[in-house]
């Protein structure tokens, strides 16, 4: 498929999230519940915030989609996150898991294994350090939630952990890196004013969780909705004077984003 047919398709999804509104379950941190809900608002899907174990089904059965974010972990919200886990993959919407800081803390990292042991998630979304800690056994490269490490380190690792997962995996970065194992994306979209506000790595996979909670392909989904997400931080960069309106106007440029912008600038490319 040629560039211009992703971008094409990308357009295609967003018209139908917008036309179904799909519902977002997310199990998110403290840090973005507001942004990562404000994002799946501006991109066109519904959202819904809910941890609490007792709920975790009932919140299953009527959403399209489940954000699993382990950015402010604890125990019990890990049990939550089995709970809803194991529910949404009974009835098969896609799970989309962020593992914020996993290869940062033992509890991080424990939480991300056994979620994916457990768990039949769809697509992993992280920056390289976090993707990294999921397939060496030796210490990572990270500062707090931050990467120190780069997408071309982790790309062969990535592509072999989804295959022996059989999971989408997502190392966002300079150019963003998505893999099945089999087929790769890389997405050249995006702006470095992301890494200056807090919480866009999430709010990049709730934008994911949106794309795959009305595609059958995970790995489409997943390297469209980076695109559309990058493209989006590309023209607030452009309209905006520093991180705060940098802020304001991602989520403006999400709602409103030209069709014909997209399919003139959006940048994915199918690689061997």
């Not at 802020?247 to 959006?266: F, G, N, W």
Request: net charge negative; hydrophobic share 45%.
């Amino acid at each position: 498929m040629a560039e211009d047919s992703y971008s094409a398709t990308t357009v295609e999804i967003l018209r139908e999230i917008r036309r179904r509104r799909p519902l977002i379950h997310h199990i998110t941190n403290f840090v973005v519940m507001n942004t990562t809900a404000n994002v799946t608002l501006a991109v066109g899907a519904s959202p819904i915030m809910a941890h609490a174990n007792e709920e975790m089904e009932a919140v299953s059965a009527i959403s399209d989609a489940l954000n699993l974010n382990i950015g402010t972990l604890t125990l019990q919200w890990v049990e939550s996150m089995i709970v809803a886990g194991l529910a949404a993959g009974a009835r098969g919407i896609p799970i989309i898991l962020d593992p914020v800081g996993s290869g940062a803390t033992p509890l991080r990292s424990s939480a991300t294994a056994r979620i994916l042991k457990e768990v039949p998630v769809t697509v992993v979304r992280g920056n390289a350090s976090e993707i990294m800690s999921l397939f060496t056994d030796g210490e990572v490269r990270i500062k707090g939630v931050d990467s120190l490490e780069c997408v071309d380190n982790v790309r062969d690792g990535a592509r072999r952990l989804a295959g022996r997962l059989k999971k989408v995996i997502a190392v966002t970065g300079e150019v963003d890196f998505v893999t099945d194992g089999e087929k790769s994306f890389e997405v050249h979209n995006g702006h470095p004013m992301f890494a200056r506000v807090t919480g866009t790595g999430c709010a990049a996979t709730a934008v994911v969780s949106c794309f795959n909670a009305v595609v059958t392909d995970p790995l489409l989904a997943t390297a469209a909705a980076l695109a559309y997400y990058g493209l989006a931080g590309e023209e607030a960069a452009r309209l905006s004077q520093g991180p705060g309106s940098f802020q304001v106007a991602l989520y403006d440029i999400l709602y409103s984003l030209p069709e014909e912008l997209m399919l003139e600038r959006l940048r994915i490319k199918a690689i061997t």
